[in-house]
């Protein structure tokens, strides 16, 4: 990953290391400067879920100091305080949350953290928070915030010499900036070179200019003077770079995503589609906005069985990683598409939003990494949020109730639907958990970014009611029947075969599944037995298609005494590595043939050589089945034809019909006892009961 703070702040990505859950600095010595909110006593939910009271909590006074080089912001000599929120916030044995920075202690007389108690990232989040709260309710509070998170963000926007408008992330509690933060960070020092908190700065511009434009002219006038101090940081650094592509284990990318990638990318085309919404003329930022988005949507990759199943990946050096973490893109193209009126950046999000994202909840959620197997199944409010968020905006922009369903289905995590089946948040606290393991482990911590797309969400649920009803009647998960996976080296082989344990089953780019592999030579079998019980399902095996590989693979089923043919897989695929990280190239190909449900074991025969890894096992159903004070069952179709599924329900549900863009097709249906429905190719449909 090009953003190293996926390790040293929150460690949200643990599939390099095999981490179970998201980490905070729990533990950090507090400063002088920290707080401790006592627990509120056990209330019943508000009718609004929106309760921006913890991230209040987590706010501090910034002293902003004079005579820094290259630093200052609005209204610094009048006003030399703003308002910035801890970074993360510890969960007490009684309760409550005590705040703390990132890092421990180095210097305990001044208190300073090896990072520090605040940086860009949350407060330009935090701030998006408060302009959208004072957008939709008219809080008067929450535009006092933005206004005073603004101020501090822009100050640590550096304002001139070789570096301007990029930024620095860290800065302590009494003010002091902290360039060069430890552990080492990239860029160093954090404002060199455009990041990730460069992008977020562009997304609380845009929303903020276009808050304050009328509201409070000066003011406004003063974010887009440094909204063109970013503008002018991009257009030396990524932008510079279009239309120039490069080449990722033979894949083409753009060579112009922000720090190579469509996550951090995704944030700026948030803030660029606001502000060019609210300033049409400036052709500089339209043009910015239209080149950006069209670099995220060059990563969109897969489509209906094929992986990832169409979703836009987040990272251009890799084609076979996708992460759950900062996946903004779906509704950044969508903000885009609505801004420059550009119909195909609609489908690209939508295809994401409707194929990968429902085949996404039916495997388990937005988990931490694909890689390309499910190697991080621990999940945050982040990647929620980023599911919510484009599925709410999706449909808004194209009517289509398939992608409201499934931000119903998505949004239910925050309400228990998860795999600890607990709430996720308190709308009457308005804390949350800053992760869920894979295993149902739950970090009851309540940090800044956490806080920052929990209460995201909740803005978006109020604005739209019905989801909102959805969400908070789906309290527990009823079944996850989806994507699952085979160890190739648990098989059985005969001929040259033998098990390879690197050693990191990390390769910089992918995870080799279960950490090994078979080298496998020519005239090899691999027979490996199928999941009891599976339903028909199509078979996505994974091999190394780097250097080193020869010839093809030839896969049959047993079925019964039946032997069936169900294709070819490469050995490996031409291409330069260009700027992967490494040669190892595994990405899963489709078989043609699915296996039936009646099928006991697969058989692979090398022709060549071969690396195998594993086999991704994709039913051509896959279920999502929720439940609460309703029911709601999701059926998500892996081919491009229709196909049946049976129903045995106890009363009568409504089933609906979705196709491939989400979209409803014929009218919602009354059905009971024994049924068999159709769901449409590359679709879905959903059967719900009160």
């Known amino acids: 990953m090009r953003n190293r703070r996926l390790t040293t702040k929150k460690a949200v990505l643990g599939l390099v290391l095999g981490t179970a859950l998201a980490v905070t600095a729990a533990g950090a010595p507090a400063s002088a400067a920290t707080a401790t909110a006592h627990p509120a006593a056990a209330t019943p939910a508000p009718a609004k879920l929106a309760n921006l009271a913890h991230l209040d909590f987590l706010l501090d006074d910034v002293p902003l100091l004079a ?68 957008k939709q309710n008219g809080t008067g509070s929450s535009r006092a915030s933005a206004y005073q998170l603004l101020r501090s963000l822009t100050y640590l926007q550096t304002a001139d010499g070789p570096d301007a408008g990029n930024v620095v992330l860290w800065q302590q509690h009494d003010g002091t900036l902290n360039p060069s933060a430890l552990p080492k960070e990239l860029p160093d020092p954090s404002d060199s070179a455009e990041s990730f908190w460069l992008a977020r700065t562009v997304w609380a511009l845009g929303e903020g200019y276009a808050g304050f434009r009328s509201a409070d002219p000066a003011f406004a006038s003063f974010l887009a003077q440094r909204m063109q101090l ?66 995220i949507a060059k990563l969109q990759s897969g489509d209906t069985g094929q992986w990832p199943f169409g979703a836009l990946l987040p990272e251009a050096n890799s084609p076979t990683f996708w992460h759950a973490w900062a996946g903004m893109q779906p509704a950044a193209l969508t903000a885009a598409a609505t801004t420059l009126h550009d119909g195909a950046l609609q489908q690209a999000a939508t295809k994401d939003l409707a194929s990968f994202t429902a085949q996404l909840l039916a495997s388990g959620g937005p988990d931490n990494g694909w890689t390309p197997t499910p190697a991080d199944r621990t999940q945050i409010a982040y990647g929620v949020d980023s599911r919510v968020q484009g599925l709410v905006a999706a449909s808004d922009a194209t009517g289509a109730a ?140 994974i091999a190394d298609l780097g250097p080193g590989g020869v010839g093809t693979t030839t896969w049959t089923a047993q079925n019964g005494h039946q032997t069936l043919a169900l294709g070819r897989t490469d050995n490996v695929r031409p291409g330069e590595q260009g700027i992967a990280p490494s040669p190892v190239f595994l990405l899963p190909q489709t078989l043609a043939t699915p296996v039936p449900e009646t099928a006991s074991t697969v058989t692979a025969r090398v022709t060549g050589a071969a690396r195998l890894d594993a086999v991704l096992v994709q039913p051509v159903i896959s279920h999502l089945g929720l439940a609460g004070s309703t029911t709601l069952d999701v059926y998500v179709n892996a081919t491009a034809a229709a196909a049946p599924q049976k129903l045995d329900v106890a009363g009568p549900v409504t089933v609906t019909s979705f196709d491939a863009s989400g979209r409803q097709v014929g009218r919602a249906q009354t059905q009971g006892g024994h049924a068999t429905v159709f769901v449409q190719p590359g679709g879905f449909t959903t059967v719900s009961a009160r």
Do not use: K
């Open 67 to 134: 005579g820094i080089a290259g630093h200052t912001t609005y209204r610094a000599a009048e006003e030399p305080v703003a308002r910035a929120p801890w970074v993360y916030a510890d969960r007490q044995a009684d309760g409550s949350f005590h705040r703390v920075g990132g890092g421990p202690i180095t210097d305990a007389a001044r208190g300073w953290y090896a990072q520090g108690a605040y940086d860009a990232d949350d407060i330009s989040r935090a701030a998006v928070v408060y302009l959208r709260d004072w």
């Open 402 to 541: 398939g992608l409201a369903a499934l931000a119903g289905a998505q949004a239910a995590w925050y309400f228990g639907a998860n795999r600890a089946g607990v709430a996720a948040y308190d709308p009457a606290t308005g804390t949350c958990v800053d992760g869920i393991a894979g295993d149902g482990t739950v970090n009851r911590n309540c940090g800044a970014e956490s806080v920052i797309h929990t209460e995201l969400s909740m803005l978006a649920l109020d604005a739209h009611p019905a989801i909102a009803r959805a969400a908070t009647a789906l309290t527990r998960t009823t079944a996850t029947d989806g994507l699952s996976v085979i160890e190739a080296e648990n098989g059985t082989t005969t001929g040259p075969v033998s098990t390879v344990t690197p050693p990191s089953a990390w390769t910089g780019s992918a995870n080799w599944s279960g950490g090994a592999y078979l080298q496998a030579g020519d005239g090899a079998t691999v027979t490996l037995t199928l999941p009891a019980g599976h339903p028909a399902a199509r078979l996505l095996p």
């Open 230 to 295: 970013a503008l002018g940081a991009l257009q030396r650094q990524s932008l510079a770079h279009y239309p120039q592509t490069a080449v990722a284990n033979g894949v083409t990318v753009p060579a112009w995503l922000i720090v190579g990638s469509a996550g951090a990318t995704a944030e700026a085309v948030l803030g660029l589609s606001a502000y060019v919404a609210a300033q049409p003329s400036d052709a500089a930022a339209r043009t910015a906005l239209s080149r950006y988005a069209e670099g």
